[in-house]
């Protein structure tokens, strides 16, 4: 007879390749056709709401692995929310303004934007940014994120742009925008102001310069001829732009003896410059930084005066402790300026060429005009020492060329307004890691003033306009909201395609009386744009609510979006827009280089998902500490491969053994259950609690390695290895394979929901399988299971502990005799063990302790007996002998446990009295 058709053996139609790459686009189409985001939404409507607000991506380019961790980390948190029980719709956003589309737009499609008009410029920049929304969509999709893909909020939508226009208005009554002159960031090749958030700095070499401004007026204090304040500067192309020079009113300043001359420098600094430029420079005599304000020196390049004025930015850090001040060149000279009421000087244009107040200068670019400014400085005897540095430079983060500090006039939201505000409401926010509080904290303290005007065309237009006849700024309620209605219906083009008359309610008049304007011709900062989708988006949806519950994005967004949004929702609204904060590093390959084309290290996560599935790709995003930079490389995405492999096998055993089982009719009770499935499920409870845990803290790879680690240790190594005895050999119907059965449905049940917000298809795949009447069509519309009090049964821990601790013992003694060629399987071992006084009675407790060491035989001896020669004593337990030896008779052809009965049933002669019951019951 063939026994092996009376084996419950595992059966399922459950793959067990996963084919991902294959089979993920049948399971993506699937949700399209089912309209699941849809399903979703109306299955949770009327349950309480987590809003996750989405940082709108550039819509410029394919998606990056920075994209692919952020929209995962993201579909994690609303599908645990969702299988919470709340009502967490997802709406995806997109940044569609700004100077990088501009570029492509002239760059790639060859567009020239002076050549052709605004409007058919805007449409190019416009179908480009669409261009990009749909391919961008497709790919975060193929990601396996759920989303309203359908309704996205875009900056460009006319609605968006109509609340923009509001949240401004709004910012324009409280009196925090003006207009003023001073330096801001400046490309010169893009042509356009920048905000600190988009500004990176990056090594330069630069020429660094120690120059003499000759003293015209001393004051009485420094009265001798051939005196002169030394500067130290590294950017020589400022000095035709000087004014002043800057001393610490509370240093002390020397007058040394160099070159049969009298300089004067900070005394702070003598002993470094004495190395620096190898001269004694004996002291003649000191001042204090307040008793030489106000005399007078002579600009050397230019035919000027430069004022020494004090300032308490001064330090001893580098240079000669004089600072060099062109307040159209610097914040802090720009300030201190306005303090003495200096002239803000900018002989610079928007091409970063100087005008023709820059002198014999004209017409260069003050990067190229470095070296002749330095030569003449030499030819006058005015250049004390040159060298080259390498110097921290700001570049623009979208050209990655130099900028500049450049004094215009520019659109300001000024800060001040409402600081205190917003660093109260900061105080307010739950920040995930908790360092990201002091982190904007600081930035908002420290923060000037935010220019948010550009000098481009692709953007949403400032609604500013001016009377022709007084040249007087208008900006009102009344103004705000037409434009606002005429942008709700036709969107920003309407600036540039009506005059500003029709753009003014009818009759509109200036109080001077003047009834002819002209619109502002700059648009606004992007950061402004995104910076107010809290208005455009969650304040305009009525299935969305304000503030969000979660703004979730990578660290650098705490100078951009984060602080954006801070700023226009305190500003506009009084609160911040959003009650949590979490944000997560950078990807970095495994040498912790940051990814990059000339090193070659990125990992394109479209390959990643091409090659091994977007499910790898999601395991590796849960399995990280997000929270700091994370790495990634081809090979650890092959690891990633093999973990989830493991998953995947231990979730299709525990199917495979469970294609008999009906939930409804086959459970057994807890109390029912062998003692060893009641440890299994206490596990399963704690698998299952610190999971929830770990979703709800946002610790993402507390998910991935407590179930990976259940999977392949409790479960595999230990509970499966187990009762695979049970669930093969045993009666189909049998209590204890029912049992151990129950345990398997319970464990494949509770991880499928576990797994569902990470490995979104796999689960999706197999909750189809799992046995059960199941009226939940799809595992994104369950719920996450629950911790079972019931099972958390604690008094079973110490018990199993010291059980597990004696198989370890045993199977080191059965390795030991399978390397001397004693036994062969473990089931070819009979095992006696010999405790102590205390073991024996712990043993004597434990049931079925042969199924737990999978051997064929095992005996408990008394204290008492006597010990034969050979026996091991256990590493763990201290007195224990193990003695192992040959099971005693026959192999069981069936279930190949060796059994001294095997042979005396002549119906069944080459079985073991247990298998000789089990297939005479499938015969009667």
């Not at 480009?128 to 460009?156: C, M, N, S």
């Not at 005015?382 to 050209?399: A, G, K």
């Not at 004597?844 to 005996?859: D, R």
Request: one cysteine or more; aromatic letters at 10%; hydrophobic letters at 35%.
């Amino acid at each position: 007879m063939d026994y092996r058709n009376t084996l419950n053996l595992p059966e399922t139609d459950f793959p067990m390749r996963g084919n991902l790459p294959q089979k993920e686009p049948e399971i993506l189409k699937s949700w399209e056709e089912s309209q699941l985001y849809d399903k979703v939404q109306k299955a949770r409507a009327g349950r309480p709401k987590f809003i996750l607000h989405d940082g709108p991506p550039y819509a410029n380019g394919d998606i990056h692995l920075g994209h692919a961790i952020n929209k995962v980390l993201k579909d994690i948190v609303v599908k645990y929310k969702t299988m919470m029980g709340f009502d967490a719709p997802y709406v995806p956003g997109w940044d569609t303004h700004g100077l990088p589309i501009e570029q492509q737009v002239i760059k790639k499609l060859g567009v020239n934007r002076h050549a052709v008009s605004v409007l058919d410029f805007r449409k190019n920049c416009k179908d480009y940014a669409e261009k990009y929304v749909g391919i961008q969509r497709e790919q975060f999709k193929r990601l396996g994120v759920r989303g309203d893909w359908e309704h996205p909020y875009l900056t460009l939508q006319k609605e968006y742009e109509a609340a923009q226009i509001g949240v401004f208005g709004d910012m324009t009554h409280k009196g925090y925008i003006y207009k003023g002159l001073k330096p801001v960031y400046w490309c010169p090749s893009c042509e356009t102001a920048l905000a600190e958030a988009e500004i990176e700095y990056a090594d330069k070499p630069a020429n660094a310069i120690y120059v003499k401004f000759a003293v015209r007026d001393g004051l009485n204090i420094l009265n001798q001829e051939n005196s002169f304040v030394v500067i130290w500067t590294t950017t020589p192309w400022t000095l035709p732009a000087n004014l002043a020079i800057c001393v610490h009113p509370e240093l002390r300043y020397a007058v040394v003896t160099a070159q049969q001359e009298h300089w004067i420098v900070a005394e702070g600094m003598l002993d470094s410059l004495r190395s620096l430029w190898n001269m004694e420079l004996p002291v003649e005599r000191t001042f204090s930084g307040k008793e030489l304000e106000g005399v007078i020196c002579k600009n050397p390049l230019m035919d000027r005066d430069s004022v020494l004025i004090c300032g308490e930015h001064v330090t001893l850090e580098a240079g000669t402790g004089c600072v060099h001040t062109a307040p159209g060149h610097g914040e802090d000279d720009f300030l201190v300026g306005k303090k003495y009421g200096l002239p803000v000087l900018c002989p610079v244009d928007h091409q970063g060429k100087f005008t023709s107040e820059a002198g014999v200068y004209v017409g260069q670019k003050t990067g190229k005009a470095n070296p002749a400014i330095v030569e003449d400085l030499k030819n006058s005897g005015d250049l004390v020492m040159e060298e080259t540095i390498e110097h921290s430079y700001p570049h623009c983060w979208r050209c990655k060329s130099p900028i500049i500090f450049r004094a215009t006039e520019q659109w300001f939201a000024s800060i001040d307004g409402f600081r205190q505000a917003a660093l109260d409401e900061i105080e307010k926010v739950h920040w995930i890691p908790a360092w990201g509080k002091d982190r904007i904290y600081n930035m908002i303290a420290d923060r000037g003033d935010w220019c948010i005007s550009r000098q481009r065309t692709w953007g949403v237009p400032i609604p500013i306009f001016y009377c022709e006849d007084c040249g007087k700024v208008l900006v009102n309620n009344q103004t705000i909201s037409f434009v606002q209605e005429i942008f709700r219906q036709e969107g920003s083009d309407a600036w540039f395609a009506h005059s500003a008359k029709e753009l003014l309610p009818e009759g509109f008049t200036c109080d001077c009386g003047g009834n002819s304007f002209r619109k502002e011709t700059d648009i606004m900062d992007v950061w402004f744009d995104s910076g107010t989708s809290h208005a455009g988006v969650l304040k305009q949806r009525e299935h969305l609510a304000w503030p969000a519950d979660l703004y979730l994005e990578g660290s650098d967004q705490h100078r951009g979006w984060f602080n954006s949004s801070l700023s226009t929702g305190v500003a506009a609204f009084g609160q911040a827009p959003y009650r949590n904060v979490l944000t997560h590093g950078f990807v970095v390959d495994e040498q912790g280089r940051k990814m990059s084309k000339s090193l070659g290290n990125g990992v394109d996560p479209l390959k990643v998902v091409q090659e091994l599935g977007a499910d790898i790709l999601r395991l590796w995003v849960s399995s990280v500490d997000y929270k700091n930079d994370v790495a990634a490389s081809p090979r650890i995405m092959k690891q990633m491969s093999e973990a989830y492999r493991k998953i995947r096998n231990t979730l299709r055993f525990l199917l495979s053994n469970l294609n008999d089982f009906d939930p409804a009719k086959d459970k057994v009770s807890y109390q029912d259950l062998q003692e060893i499935d009641r440890w299994a499920l206490l596990k399963l409870s704690k698998v299952v609690e610190r999971v929830l845990q770990g979703y709800e803290s946002y610790e993402f790879h507390w998910v991935y390695h407590t179930i990976h680690n259940f999977c392949t240790v409790e479960l595999s190594a230990i509970y499966l290895d187990i009762v695979k005895d049970r669930l093969y050999v045993e009666g189909k119907n049998s209590h204890t394979r029912r049992s151990a059965q129950t345990v398997l449905y319970e464990v494949l049940d509770s991880l499928v929901r576990l797994l569902a917000p990470v490995l979104s298809f796999i689960t999706e795949e197999i909750w189809r399988y799992i046995p059960g009447d199941k009226t939940i069509e799809n595992i994104q519309m369950a719920e996450m299971p629950k911790v079972n009090s019931e099972w958390m049964n604690e008094t079973m821990v110490d018990t199993w502990d010291q059980i597990l601790a004696l198989r370890t013992d045993v199977s080191k003694a059965l390795e030991k005799a399978r390397q001397e060629k004693l036994i062969n399987h473990p089931l070819t071992a009979q095992v006696d063990l010999y405790p102590t006084d205390e073991q024996y009675g712990f043993l004597q407790k434990v049931p079925n302790l042969a199924e737990i060491f999978i051997v064929s035989g095992l005996t408990v001896h008394k204290p008492e007996e006597e010990r034969p020669e050979g026996v091991q004593q256990a590493e763990v337990h201290e007195g224990l002998g193990i003695w192992v030896q040959p099971a005693k008779g026959e192999k069981c052809e069936r279930c190949w446990m060796f059994h001294e009965e095997v042979g005396k049933d002549a119906e069944h002669p080459t079985i073991c009295p247990r298998c000789s019951g089990v297939v005479k019951s499938l015969n009667s």
